[in-house]
């Protein structure tokens, strides 16, 4: 059976109806940290593991669905993005394999960028609607990771690239574009934010980090 995106239907169990919403706003891209796509996908459809996503791409380019859109699948656990603090229910999930050590293919990025095309246009969304789940789950959370190419991406309007703004207040404005941490979690922040737009950056904060947050903020904050 062919599903929604062109994909092979491999249907998971672990979904249920969305909560307190009737359709996503959000796209949370994964990395599977597994040694095969198979071994994901399987996974994901196993009722005692008690996760899924909507989508799992494999390295060779190949697409399973194992959650229909309108459906809420299990893949963000706890976290929040702005005013989103289910992101389960307003998001769809999207699986990448990879082990998180390894370069994403070139045929694996090309069926995302298809994907999300089609989810766009199904949904009415556009690039700020695109996050990782290290974006959305501060402190817990790393994948897609540093190999995943998110300027690509950007560069075909699926995703969003900052500018260097004149520095702000970091922390502030990171609540302004949609991230949510706890005390004691400031160095996390800092972590995911390089992991997703500097992610060879080291050391402390800098105006490089504060200038990028800004332009995040001015141009592109979240929903309250």
């Known amino acids: 059976m062919i599903g929604e995106a062109g994909a092979e239907v491999w249907?998971?169990?672990?979904?249920?109806?969305?909560?307190?919403?009737?359709?996503?706003?959000?796209?949370?891209?994964?990395?599977?940290?597994?040694?095969?796509?198979?071994?994901?996908?399987d996974w994901l459809c196993n009722p005692e593991a008690e996760v899924s996503a909507h989508y799992v791409v494999a390295g060779d380019g190949r697409l399973w669905q194992l959650v229909c859109e309108g459906q809420r699948a299990w893949h963000a656990g706890a976290g929040r993005w702005g005013a989103i603090t289910d992101v389960n229910s307003g998001s769809i999930g999207i699986e990448i394999a990879n082990t998180g050590t390894q370069p994403f293919s070139e045929p694996q990025m090309a069926r995302v960028e298809r994907l999300l095309r089609g989810i766009f246009a199904r949904w009415s969304l556009g690039p700020e609607a695109v996050l990782g789940h290290s974006d959305m789950a501060i402190g817990r959370k790393i994948d897609p990771g540093r190999r995943f190419d998110w300027k690509r991406l950007a560069r075909q309007g699926l995703a969003l690239w900052p500018e260097v703004a004149r520095p702000g207040d970091f922390e502030a404005d990171a609540r302004r574009f949609g991230y949510g941490w706890e005390a004691g979690q400031e160095q996390a922040l800092l972590e995911a934010v390089r992991m997703r737009f500097r992610p060879w950056a080291t050391g402390p904060l800098d105006d490089v980090d504060r200038g990028l947050m800004a332009d995040l903020a001015m141009r592109w904050p979240a929903p309250i």
Do not use: F
């Open 11 to 41: 249907p998971s169990l672990n979904c249920g109806a969305r909560r307190g919403v009737e359709r996503p706003a959000l796209v949370v891209l994964h990395y599977t940290a597994m040694q095969s796509a198979e071994a994901a996908r």
